[in-house]
């Protein structure tokens, strides 16, 4: 009798401990890390309650593809070091002649435009370059690409994952997060001229950094954003500077309830585009979404240019540069596209270099909208004190608004972000929002760490 209750009670405690051991081995890693979000991207889960077999570390380019396409929900990859999609396995740097032999850029121009780009011209060479170009883009897409699926948490480990020329598609998807990444831009190395493109042509490329596409459910924070290696002053002039990069966050064709937090986006020029067409109407009632806490250095354009959404940005630090040292020299930070509904509250402005004349226009540009409100944003700028009568440093937006565009804009907000959620404006005053957010945003300030058991790749 006692050997049996001895093996018996052994039993138990063995099944106990397996149970344990099998409880620690499933549960579940943090699908985020800090505070939640806070805007239209509030309820946002991504990976939340992934088992183990459905998380994943990834540190090269091909696991991170197989990861991305693995069939299960919900689901984590968390992205550990370097992943640098615009050099081969051999470190070697990837070219036009990697996806397409015998395109050239320079061939490609002369043979399908007139001398001063204005006028498409018709040759064999130019089929020739047209076809190289269209088959080295398919290529080159594939390659970089990386469709996420619902539920999907994409985060980086530590403080130094980095995604090097990834596109990264949420192409009809809902709930994703994707956090404390270094984004590269990705260059898009088949850049398209189009001579009917303004008045005197332009290049257009495609690729974003996150291409928010009919996807719902979007938090990206603490991310750092950048061209990189790749600034676009070092692309070559051919008709106009080429212009290998496109967005870094474009949210289109409906995408909505998303939120862009805590992020450091610099050194970049079409930056985050909000609706892609003034005649796209179904884009009304979408494309909602809430930027906070991000800090925007030397970003010339689309920060954010806003068609159709309500749109709400708090607590952001926007700095610029103009004059003819500037290598990003800023357009405007804020387009007023049409049908935008802009909410703007206690944000931070600052141009170097600006003078009292064109320190507004910098700011803000009406692009076919007739709105945006303001409560609380501040200025400041080197140089400057006066704009308008008023002094920048203290100044409301609101009153700058009113000064700059009498007669062309309403400054009454036709939506009440808290009516829709919940939000804490942090900081006021310009030396505060900018003092919060240099401590708060980009990569590395989330402890991130993960230990435990993954799925198999």
Same mark, same amino acid.
């Given at each position: 009798?006692?050997?049996?209750?001895?093996?018996?009670?052994?039993?138990?405690?063995?099944?106990?401990?397996? #149970?344990?051991?099998?409880?620690?081995?499933?549960?579940?890693?943090?699908?985020?890390?800090?505070?939640?979000?806070?805007?239209?991207?509030?309820?946002?889960?991504?990976?939340?309650?992934?088992?183990?077999?459905?998380?994943?570390?990834?540190?090269?380019?091909?696991?991170?593809?197989? #990861?991305?396409?693995?069939?299960?929900?919900?689901?984590?990859?968390?992205?550990?070091?370097?992943?640098?999609?615009?050099?081969?396995?051999?470190?070697?740097?990837?070219?036009?002649?990697?996806?397409?032999?015998?395109?050239? %850029?320079?061939?490609?121009?002369?043979?399908?435009?007139?001398?001063?780009?204005?006028?498409?011209?018709?040759?064999?060479?130019?089929?020739?370059?047209?076809?190289?170009?269209?088959?080295?883009?398919?290529?080159?897409?594939?390659?970089?690409?990386?469709?996420?699926?619902?539920?999907?948490?994409?985060?980086?480990?530590?403080?130094?994952?980095?995604?090097?020329?990834?596109?990264?598609?949420?192409?009809?998807?809902?709930?994703?997060?994707?956090?404390?990444?270094?984004? $590269?831009?990705?260059?898009? %190395?088949?850049?398209?001229?189009?001579?009917?493109?303004?008045?005197?042509?332009?290049?257009?490329?495609?690729?974003?950094?996150?291409?928010?596409?009919?996807?719902?459910?979007?938090?990206?924070?603490?991310?750092?954003?950048?061209?990189?290696?790749?600034?676009?002053?070092?692309?070559?002039? %051919?008709?106009?500077?080429?212009?290998?990069?496109?967005?870094?966050?474009?949210?289109?064709?409906?995408?909505?309830?998303?939120?862009?937090?805590?992020?450091?986006?610099?050194?970049?020029?079409?930056?985050?585009?909000?609706?892609?067409?003034?005649?796209?109407?179904?884009?009304?009632?979408?494309?909602?979404?809430?930027?906070?806490?991000?800090?925007?250095?030397?970003?010339?354009?689309?920060?954010?240019?806003?068609?159709?959404?309500?749109?709400?940005?708090?607590?952001?630090?926007?700095?610029?540069?103009?004059?003819?040292? #500037?290598?990003?020299?800023?357009?405007?930070?804020?387009?007023?596209?049409? $049908?935008?509904?802009?909410?703007? $509250?206690?944000?931070?402005? $600052?141009?170097?270099?600006?003078?009292?004349?064109?320190?507004?226009?910098?700011?803000?540009?009406?692009?076919?909208?007739?709105?945006?409100?303001?409560?609380?944003?501040?200025?400041?700028?080197?140089?400057?004190?006066?704009?308008?009568?008023?002094?920048?440093?203290?100044? #409301?937006?609101?009153?700058?608004?009113?000064?700059?565009?009498?007669?062309?804009?309403?400054?009454?907000?036709?939506?009440?972000?808290?009516?829709?959620?919940?939000?804490?404006?942090?900081?006021?005053?310009?030396?505060?929002?900018?003092?919060?957010?240099?401590?708060?945003?980009?990569?590395?300030?989330?402890?991130?760490?993960?230990?435990?058991?993954?799925?198999?790749?």
């Amino acid at each position: 009798m006692g050997n049996s209750h001895f093996t018996t009670r052994s039993a138990i405690l063995a099944f106990v401990a397996a #149970a344990a051991v099998a409880s620690v081995c499933h549960a579940a890693a943090p699908a985020f890390f800090g505070a939640g979000p806070v805007g239209w991207g509030k309820d946002v889960t991504g990976g939340t309650g992934a088992p183990t077999s459905n998380i994943f570390i990834v540190s090269t380019l091909a696991d991170l593809q197989t #990861a991305a396409k693995k069939k299960v929900s919900p689901k984590i990859i968390f992205v550990k070091g370097t992943i640098d999609a615009t050099v081969d396995a051999s470190g070697k740097s990837k070219s036009a002649a990697t996806y397409a032999a015998g395109y050239d %850029i320079q061939t490609y121009a002369s043979s399908c435009f007139t001398s001063d780009g204005l006028h498409s011209v018709s040759s064999s060479t130019c089929t020739t370059q047209k076809n190289l170009a269209s088959s080295g883009g398919n290529a080159q897409s594939a390659d970089i690409k990386i469709a996420l699926t619902d539920n999907t948490s994409l985060i980086g480990l530590g403080s130094d994952a980095k995604l090097l020329g990834v596109w990264i598609s949420l192409n009809k998807v809902n709930n994703i997060i994707i956090q404390n990444i270094f984004f $590269e831009a990705p260059r898009d %190395i088949f850049a398209a001229w189009d001579p009917t493109d303004g008045d005197t042509g332009n290049w257009n490329s495609q690729y974003d950094a996150i291409s928010v596409h009919s996807a719902t459910n979007v938090w990206v924070d603490h991310c750092t954003f950048t061209d990189g290696r790749f600034p676009d002053p070092s692309a070559p002039l %051919i008709f106009k500077r080429v212009q290998y990069h496109d967005g870094l966050i474009d949210i289109t064709v409906g995408g909505d309830l998303v939120t862009v937090s805590n992020n450091i986006v610099m050194d970049h020029d079409k930056t985050s585009l909000i609706g892609n067409g003034d005649s796209k109407t179904s884009d009304r009632g979408l494309l909602r979404t809430t930027y906070y806490g991000n800090m925007f250095r030397r970003t010339q354009s689309r920060t954010p240019r806003v068609r159709f959404g309500q749109v709400h940005l708090f607590n952001n630090l926007y700095y610029g540069e103009i004059g003819s040292a #500037a290598t990003y020299p800023v357009f405007a930070f804020i387009g007023i596209g049409v $049908e935008s509904q802009i909410v703007s $509250e206690s944000n931070a402005f $600052e141009i170097d270099g600006a003078s009292n004349a064109d320190f507004a226009a910098h700011t803000t540009v009406i692009q076919g909208g007739t709105q945006i409100s303001d409560t609380g944003s501040e200025f400041s700028s080197t140089g400057t004190s006066v704009i308008s009568g008023l002094t920048l440093n203290g100044v #409301a937006q609101s009153a700058w608004v009113a000064s700059n565009h009498t007669g062309s804009i309403s400054t009454v907000a036709t939506w009440t972000p808290s009516s829709k959620y919940s939000y804490t404006v942090g900081s006021k005053g310009f030396a505060n929002i900018k003092s919060a957010v240099l401590a708060n945003a980009g990569v590395g300030k989330l402890t991130v760490t993960y230990t435990g058991a993954t799925g198999s790749l």
